[in-house]
Structure formats: C-alpha cells, structure tokens
C-alpha cells in the first residue's frame, strides 16, 4: 500500500533481475528486497513473495512482510 512514493515498474523489474547471478539464499533474497523497499519507498503496508523453482520440481515459497496490515483486507 504506496503512501507518497511509488517504484517504476521498469527499475523494480531491472533490480529483481539482478540477484540471478548472486550466490544468495531464497530467504536473504526476500529479505533484501523488503529492506529496501521499506527504506526507500516507506509504505505502510508491504508484502514481499519470493516463488523460487529450483532444479528438481522442488519449489520454495517464501513470504516477508513490514507495516500493519490494512483494516480493509481483513475479512471477517
């Protein structure tokens, strides 16, 4: 949820593509994307979805977020 800034769709793509050459694990990947996120955009919501499908048809899913979540996404 963007509060004053918002992230180019082209920078954000060019940034997410350059950690396919990074010896990193999934969840630092997750990890570092919401930090900066967080430090640069400062939004009151975000989530961040890491869906890494390794060699072997083994997935990984790994979800990060920071902020309180907003009152209308909760369903009763």
Request: charged content about 35%; overall charge negative; aromatic content about 10%.
């Amino acid at each position: 949820m963007p509060d004053t800034k918002l992230f180019e769709l082209k920078s954000l793509r060019d940034y997410l593509t350059s950690f396919r050459e990074r010896k990193i694990f999934q969840e630092e990947v997750v990890n570092e994307v919401l930090e900066r996120l967080v430090a640069e955009g400062a939004p009151r919501f975000v989530e961040v979805e890491g869906e890494f499908a390794a060699r072997g048809g083994m997935t990984t899913r790994v979800v990060a977020s920071s902020g309180e979540l907003p009152d209308s996404w909760i369903s009763d």
